[in-house]
């Protein structure tokens, strides 16, 4: 293992475009800083999605691919079967996965494939002005419930990663968040945990990170993470809730 230290080799020198206090950029850190203390810069194929992310490749200095929104995961899929020794992971806000990319994520996951995702679920659509997302909650304000979301009217948020967690061939499923330091050391950790899991051939991993959007929350960034912690948090628990891995070495 690599000791990662100032910048990690895996991020180009490149400034971040994400708004202040997004949750983006310390995402981005900690997968670079994995991937570096993994060693396996050489042999890690990121797949962005379309949303807030879609130019990670300016950001990530490994190979990167593109995928149609909604589907990192069967371009993932694509990838690591054609290139089975390589280390493969999407990435995919929760417009992205849980909308229009729920049939590959969820058929990907029943199949065990060998791959990895990072979740990154802030509530909205973020990129197109902030509209209900399927992971807005109860009373959330957005551009398309002004009044708040509506169970009779929008439905009730979706868990995808408890969903995920009922696939066969899921193996490691947990949800973080990037609110607070602890957190995003425990964030670390879980998407280092998920990496391991493809590297050992066990099966599917993902890692969902609730992330703060001071902008289409319409909150400063202390009061963005703030809401995370006291209000998201209480739809969507962090935990581990999946993990059929037994001992990584």
């Known amino acids: ?24 950029s310390i995402i981005h850190r900690l997968v670079a800083e994995i991937i570096d203390e993994l ?15 879609v130019l990670a490749y300016n950001y990530f200095d490994i190979d990167m691919g593109e995928a149609p929104h909604g589907r990192g995961a069967a371009v993932a899929t694509g990838l690591k079967r054609a290139l089975p020794d390589r280390v493969v992971f999407s990435y995919q806000g929760d417009g992205d996965i849980a909308a229009i990319g729920t049939a590959e994520t969820i058929h990907a996951a029943n199949r065990g494939e060998k791959i ?16 209900m997302a399927p992971t807005t909650i109860i009373g959330q304000n957005s551009t398309t419930t002004p009044g708040g979301r509506n169970p009779d009217r929008d439905g ?43 590297m050992a051939g ?15 929350l319409k909150m400063s960034p202390v009061q963005a993470s703030k809401w995370i912690s006291s209000t998201m948090t209480t739809h969507f628990p962090l935990k ?7 001992k990584l070495e």
């Open 1 to 24: 293992m690599k000791q990662v230290f100032g910048r990690p080799e895996s991020l180009k020198e490149a400034a971040f475009h994400y708004c202040p206090g997004c949750g983006h």
């Open 39 to 53: 060693d396996i810069k050489e042999k890690v194929i990121g797949i962005p999605p379309a949303g807030c992310a």
């Open 116 to 131: 990895t995702t990072i979740f990154v679920n802030n509530g909205v659509y973020g990129m197109t002005g902030g509209q």
């Open 156 to 198: 009730v948020p979706i868990d995808l990663s408890e969903m995920l967690a009922l696939a066969n061939g899921s193996v490691y499923i947990e949800r973080t968040s990037v609110d607070s330091p602890k957190n995003i050391i425990k964030t670390r950790k879980a998407i280092k945990k998920a990496f391991q899991v493809q």
């Open 202 to 216: 066990l099966g599917f991993s993902l890692v969902e990170i609730l992330s703060p959007c001071p902008i289409n």
């Open 240 to 246: 581990v809730i999946k993990d059929e891995t037994g």
